[in-house]
């Protein structure tokens, strides 16, 4: 993953370890769906900005968001909130693992 600021820099280590901190403790926690904010280039799920800084955004997922999915979480965003409800209320129902 690669993140720059609006000055430029990279600052890409910093949202990997934030990433793998909101793993560890999605993890820790037994969390299998996360509804992450759409955009950000940590949590956008479906669309993250492009990197212009001018609001335009661009199909892609942010460093959390993609690191969750390889764990194999269910990830996402605010708008879909009708889809992780259908989706807890599935693994709800479902026998202990």
């Given at each position: 993953?690669?993140?720059?600021?609006?000055?430029g820099?990279?600052?890409?280590?910093?949202?990997?370890?934030?990433?793998?901190?909101?793993?560890?403790?999605?993890?820790?926690?037994?969390v299998?769906?996360?509804?992450?904010?759409e955009?950000s280039?940590?949590?956008?799920?479906?669309?993250i900005?492009?990197g212009r800084?001018?609001g335009?955004?661009?199909?892609?997922?942010?460093?959390?968001?993609?690191?969750?999915?390889?764990a194999g979480?269910q990830?996402?965003s605010?708008?879909q909130w009708?889809q992780?409800d259908?989706?807890l209320?599935w693994?709800?129902?479902?026998p202990?693992?």
């Open positions: 993953a690669q993140v720059l600021d609006a000055q820099h990279v600052v890409s280590a910093a949202f990997v370890a934030g990433a793998r901190q909101a793993l560890a403790l999605a993890q820790a926690r037994d299998r769906v996360a509804l992450l904010k955009g280039p940590s949590c956008g799920s479906q669309r900005y492009d800084f001018a335009v955004r661009q199909p892609g997922q942010g460093v959390t968001a993609a690191l969750l999915r390889e979480l990830v996402f605010e708008a009708e992780a259908q989706l209320a693994l709800d129902a479902q202990p693992r």
